[in-house]
């Protein structure tokens, strides 16, 4: 069973991330190859960068680096949770990866991203820029989300229709795969 | 033992990139973990694309690309010998990369750039962006060569300082690692 961390990027007061990030968790739950935990980035609260070492030394001088690194050292796998602003990632996630160095390394990283006319696709293409660099492989299988308000209702949160569902599907079943292959790395 | 493949992008009269190409080929061939093979794209001399059908359904009709599948299939890892043109990659590697689909799958990839002052880098920049598209793992430890005509001499070739040769023994040692772990999925 792989530890997966749903990382919910956006923060701002009326945000749509928890909705669909709550979608997510609750189709990953049901994979069985998963033990799943939402990381929401306006909870998790990190001010901007703020360690004077570069996270590769690890030599952390701050209580919100330690607990983050924390959570993200015991992940095997990710799916970020993002939205588009000015068609690129915003500022919440990329500050999140830049806190921590090895605790990313050798793991898959997965993509739900909701936007308008792109579905977001473009802050996840630059997201996958950064994660490479942290030794992350980006999974092209992923879930893009064009005019996402119209699966958003009161009652119900993220309601999508059946093809997204199956997109969601492929990506967990990559996601495992990865996993696997990827942890074998961090034991040696 | 590892079957790596390095494949020389520039094509063009007067290219360095077989100099560069040779340089890293010497150096991986000290290496115990593979053998190596360098895939000069001048001389595997593919046409733009012209399959009719998506190169994942392996309908291949043209000799050319029947050529190029087994030679790509048959690896387990490659580096990329590039320039930079116009801030981006030569269409000549993205021609090449599209040919197939499921022949790249699963497999790491490192890059041996070359340039002005970025070394190339803006170029590899964008080919990471297409490689994990056919879940390639694009990885970090690369060989990026500002100003590398300084290198460059007509009696022995590419002959780069002490930081150079060490910065393509990582990326070997990486490439290594990663085409070792990846080969668990090809199987599964």
Known sequence: MFNLKIIIASTRPGRKGPAIGSWIYDLAKKNSAFEVTILD???INLPFFDEPHHPRLKKYQH???KNWSILIDNADAF????????YGYPATIKNALDFLYNEWNYKPVGFVSYGGIAGGTRSVQMLKQVVTCQKM???PESVNLPFFTKYLNEQEGFVPEEG?????GLMLAELAK???ALKTMRKS
Chains 1, 2 share one sequence.
């Open 41 to 43: 980035l306006a909870i």
């Open 63 to 65: 209580e919100h680096t």
């Open 79 to 86: 799916i970020i949770v993002t939205p588009e602003y000015n």
């Open 137 to 139: 492989m980006p999974i």
């Open 164 to 168: 997204i569902i199956e997109s969601a």
């Open 178 to 180: 990865w996993a696997a």
